[in-house]
């Protein structure tokens, strides 16, 4: 199984509620992603999980929380988001160690609508 | 920190024509060169990599070439076809716990028939 899974597909959302993206993976992949993903630009990396421990956070407003409840699952909670947070929120999962970089797999996304 | 320049931000090739995509980067520790491809409302998918102790690499239609000493790295897609059409990124990374990439701020290949 080389997928990586997210629910839901899309959601909407006001700016008062609180909603959570759910990631799944089962490639034994130790590291975890999240990206925002806004139109014509790549993907910009916001959390990062490595052996379910958070080991970077790309300076990401408190509105947004991750999680990682074990090594296949992933979740970003969100609350009093704005209407600029409104994008493509992509998860991906790799290997760890050794002495390079590794491929990502990406999921397909949860289009995120914030009115 | 890291950064990847890729060039150019849109190209339009006849079908059956080459496109080449060029990237520079600026951590010389950066030792793992991935290339995605992402369709409209797709996700990005990995077509190709080249880690650092390669200068090229070929798949079928797509190779990467990587330069180190100069920092740059290339896609090239021969024979285009329609279904070439896309956003393509290049993205650099090296050697962590966990793989942090940075992506170049992607091409959009079009392939006029």
């Known amino acids: 199984d080389t997928e990586v899974t997210q629910t839901p597909k899309h959601l909407v959302m006001g700016m008062t509620n609180k909603k959570s993206l759910k990631c799944e993976q089962h490639m034994g992949h130790r590291a975890m992603y999240w990206y925002k993903q806004k139109a014509k630009k790549p993907p910009e990396l916001m959390f990062v999980?490595?052996?379910?421990?958070?080991?970077i956070n790309e300076s990401v407003p408190s509105r947004f929380s991750p999680e990682c409840p074990n090594s296949s699952l992933l979740n970003l909670h969100l609350h009093a988001l704005q209407p600029e947070d409104s994008a493509l929120y992509l998860c991906?999962?790799?290997?760890?160690?050794?002495?390079?970089?590794?491929?990502?797999?990406f999921g397909p996304g949860t289009r995120l609508t914030v009115t | 920190g890291e950064n990847v320049e890729q060039h150019p931000s849109t190209l339009s090739v006849q079908e059956g024509d080459s496109a080449v995509i060029k990237c520079t980067y600026s951590?010389?520790?950066?030792?793992?060169f991935p290339w995605y491809k992402q369709e409209l409302g797709k996700r990005p998918q990995l077509i190709i990599d080249i880690r650092s102790n390669v200068g090229e690499k070929k798949d079928q239609r797509i190779a990467v070439t990587l330069n180190k000493t100069a920092k740059h790295f290339s896609l090239h897609i021969t024979e285009t076809q329609p279904e070439d059409s896309a956003v393509y990124f290049c993205?650099?990374?090296?050697?962590?716990?966990?793989?942090?990439?940075?992506f170049g701020s992607g091409t959009r290949l079009s392939i006029r028939p």
């Open positions: 993205a650099a990374s090296k050697r962590s716990s966990a793989s942090k990439i940075i």
């Open positions: 999980y490595s052996y379910e421990k958070l080991s």
């Open positions: 951590d010389s520790a950066s030792n793992y």
């Open positions: 991906a999962s790799s290997r760890t160690g050794g002495t390079s970089g590794y491929e990502q797999y």
